[in-house]
């Protein structure tokens, strides 16, 4: 078990993370095993010298360890996307990658996730895998495998590596894999098929350990999968399997900072997912460990920690450290806040409670115990009357909008859009950033105002269903500590009243939508699953009308998601860029048709 | 020279254009040549039932002719995205193809772009040309070059064509392509480069005739390099050929139903760019005619066309006749105005002048003239001042924002957002889209209000630099008729006076932005030509400061964009689903670094 020092202010990231010891050697091999560094990297897009100063830092820290394998594309970050066709970008980070090279412990194997070697012609370069030796860059090993389903566009930047590539280091054959070369599309049950087998060829070339770095954005039950990958891998091949995972988040995606160690009996010896900020593990390889079980964690945990990361990084990330929410009492903006409390502390929260002619009394009692609970910096009053009422007024003298009823859609939208005004005054006034509170059912079928409550940097809850949202909340009330609540954070009555939007008197979410567990249901075979409406009718078992006006709402609904705020993702398919969906198609038409025998 | 029947209501789209008369024969053909059909379509995305009536109804009100082109993917509409992966959509348009095949006239030839032969294992499927004949569909000609750059992503729903594939009719062999088949990014002055060439394979199989059929996203110029793609191909292989491109807008993709036929020998034949809307081209094939110059339109005129079209697909698609434009007296307002009103009619435009205590009066005189001018349905005015006092007052009770500045970024933002709120709200009230005003140079510097003057279902310049704005206006002005105005259409004082925001007293853009000219030519690099900020600074010859100033305006400003209004698509890279860029990427690091030779 080895040590970690921390020698400056800047390593204040890496502390010690507990290994198990290592007893017996195995195999042929007389080597003790070499210690290899897994550090919990979260990587700044396009800052390329800050992030090769991390990597520094990180080997010199630990220089006595025979390797330091940092994720994919760390020197860059991840994903780049457009950045990679700037002109000088990827000949920049090789540049500063042969400055890193020559600073770096010379005996020490550095790996470093790093874009180069553009193609002039095609505008694409490799996504490659630096081997960093001896004060230099000695080869580089290249992604061979790149997908192109859900968020993934590896294609349109980066040329195939050409085979499969080891190095050999402290009597070891390492060879050296990135991302889905690894994972082969298994840890997400997606499609994709590939030609070839990166990990079966460097088996073939008799490699005995494999060391594979990832930026693999987060799923609920992905990291299970992956572990379960490497344990199989490791067994069915006899070799010894390391796969690390970046951490943080960038816009959209969160990555789990993931780690998975197997010897080459497929025994476990480590995994984690979520570390802390400032983890770095030191893993002896070569011998055999104490094998470990897989860390469990439930889907509402999971889905906590991936919330509250991207939350975080996103806030940090520009520079800031506040977020501003709207509180109706609802359970919604309940969860969104106390997710900002945990992420950003209570202190950098403020609730803003802004009651309308049709707000209920416990919406406010509601909101009030919540921002007590939590701790919230403030919990203002700012009832919306005034600006309703103006807006209503100065439309007096258009003729068409003059008569605009009460309860109708656009003075509902009216309310809406007042409270996103309020919200954004006091963001550009006092700093901070908005969040917004839709869930994932609400933003399927268009249930919320753009410009209105769908104002914000984020929208904290929307890849979370209706009733996993009440499951979190739950979950957060069970568990106050994990997140470092007093105690538990939503208020009872938020979890039992019946969910209302308060635009109208007397509305509940029900007057216009089926019941959330149907809801759900059909949000998440349409989008996830990407089922017909016929086999969702047929699965759930639905009137095929309500399937079919659901199914309508939701392509017609593309408009709002095409400007709403990004979403964290957490399931297999979010809103966002990873379902590029027409915004004009024809809703009504092909996409929901109903074959025939469920409708006759 | 053919007459093309209008034998029904469906069919008032098909009109005769007149073609040259053809005179010679050439070669060895004994055939008098053939008659092939092709026809402006605009398939709807999604109602496969629907582009199939329109390509029967084609069919059959010329069923003497030999042939009949359809665009890429003209049965399902394109670009249908992830539709595509919907269960059940790829065998759908299959089914419906066979259904159609069997209602064609039975000797004719009928090319219908369609996706096919879906792969269970990786989900993806074929972009085909479906040969329809004799009742059925007798043979596939699959896509075989399948683009990854700017707005395309065809590798994450395509597989390959496996070889090239024509089909004898009427005494020729006819060699079929789809877009990028014949294109190869030589219109787009892109990078790609592929490995087979499907143009040379066909001319090697004794093909005499090459039909190709595209889905090709406008962007200015690149009609004229279509065209001479096909002359050049035409004379270097001795071959005919038929270029035919899809017509209509869908989402942010405009489509110019562009035509280009040249004969054996490379001379031009017919071409023509934006055609009305119900014009069907019979072209006489495999005997020469009279060549004739290539249509020359400037860049304005384009621009023009290309955006107009744009308005009016988003707006009819999406059920709609009616636009809502907030009028501010200045150039971009007044253009979008003048362009909705062509689009739609002016009766259908409703402009909505909302002044604010910075108002100047010569705004509102100016609106008021724009409106008279384009014959507008009205011209509202509904001062902003109690909607943004309301707010000022509401905030008062809120500490942190009681003592709002005026002037002040938050204040200037309350004025933006009161104007979103009151376009939205008569959108809501009166039915009609809201129209965004903001030009390409103001959308790259983030020089717009989010959820304020960004409201809107398009920013119909989002792709147009400030100076082009002017431009286009000076066009529409020398050129009323064109655009069926009854006289031009931009008052003088609005093209005249400096740019300003009215948000505080006595602004103009220039106290916070370089001149126009310069802030044009920094985008046009730093977007379009992807150039780095060294060469950018040598180029321009500007101040480093004032370019790495606007470089990380640009940078910074990707969260609004993020959420802006979609963006018709004119230029080489406009904002928008064509340029993936990371959002809290780290602006000011290497994104903008600028060479030390350039700093010293």
Known sequence: ???????????????????????????????????????????????????????????????????????????????????????????????????????LPPDMLVLVGCPHARDADSGRCFNGLAVCRGGRVETWADKRLLPGYDVFDDDRYFLPGGGSRWVEHAGHRIGLLICEDLWQAGDVQEHAQYEVDPVAELVKEDCDVIMAASASPFIVGKHARQVSTVTRLAREHGIHVLA????????????????????????????????????????????????????????????????????????RKTGGRKAIIGLSGGIDSAVTAAIAAAALGPENVTGVMMPSRYSSSHSLEDSRTLSDALGLSACIELPI???????????????????????????????????????????????????????????????ATLY????????????????????????????????????????????????????RPDQVDQ??????????????????????????????GADPKVVSDVLKMIDQAQFKRDQAAIIPKVSRRAFGRGRPWPIIGRPGAAPVWIPASTTA
Chains 1, 2 share one sequence.
């Open 1 to 103: 078990m080895k040590a970690v020092a921390r020698n400056s202010r800047r390593l204040s990231f890496l502390r010690l993370v507990t290994v198990p010891e290592c007893r017996t050697s195995i195999g042929g091999l007389s080597s003790q095993g070499m210690d290899v560094i897994l550090p919990h990297l979260d990587s700044r897009t396009g800052d390329i010298e800050a992030n090769a100063r991390l990597i520094s830092d990180l080997a010199h820290a630990s220089a006595d360890c025979d390797v330091l394998l940092t994720p994919e594309l760390a020197l860059c970050g991840y994903p780049p996307r457009d950045l990679l066709f700037r002109e000088g970008f990827v000949e920049r980070c090789e540049q500063v990658l042969d400055d890193l090279a020559a600073t």
């Open 244 to 315: 690390i995972n970046r951490g943080g988040s960038e816009d959209d995606l969160v990555f789990d900072g993931g780690v998975a160690v197997a010897d080459a009996h497929g025994s476990l010896l480590h995994a984690h997912q979520f570390p802390s900020d400032d983890a770095a593990l030191i893993q002896k390889v070569g011998v055999n460990g104490t094998a470990v079980e897989p860390p469990s964690s439930d889907e509402d945990a999971q889905r906590f920690k991936a919330i509250v990361t991207s939350v975080r990084g996103y806030v």
């Open 385 to 447: 009357e005034r600006i309703h009422s103006a807006t209503r007024d100065v439309l007096k003298s258009c003729d068409e909008v003059a008569h605009l009823e009460e309860g109708s859609l656009a003075d509902q939208n009216i309310q809406a859009r007042a409270r996103g005004l309020i919200l954004m005054t006091i963001s550009n006034a006092i700093g901070g950033l908005v969040l917004s509170t839709g869930n994932k059912s609400e933003v399927a079928v268009g249930y």
């Open 452 to 503: 209105g409550d769908m104002c914000g940097a984020m929208a904290v809850l929307g890849d979370v269903l209706k009733m996993d949202v009440y499951a979190l909340a739950r979950w957060m009330n069970d568990h106050p500590s994990h997140a470092g609540f007093k105690g538990p954070p939503i208020p009872e009555s938020t979890m039992t009243k019946p969910p209302s939007a308060e635009l």
């Open 511 to 540: 007057d216009s939508l089926p019941p959330y567990e149907l809801l759900d249901e059909i949000v998440r075979l349409w989008i996830e699953e990407e089922q017909s409406a016929g086999r969702i009718i047929e699965t759930t």
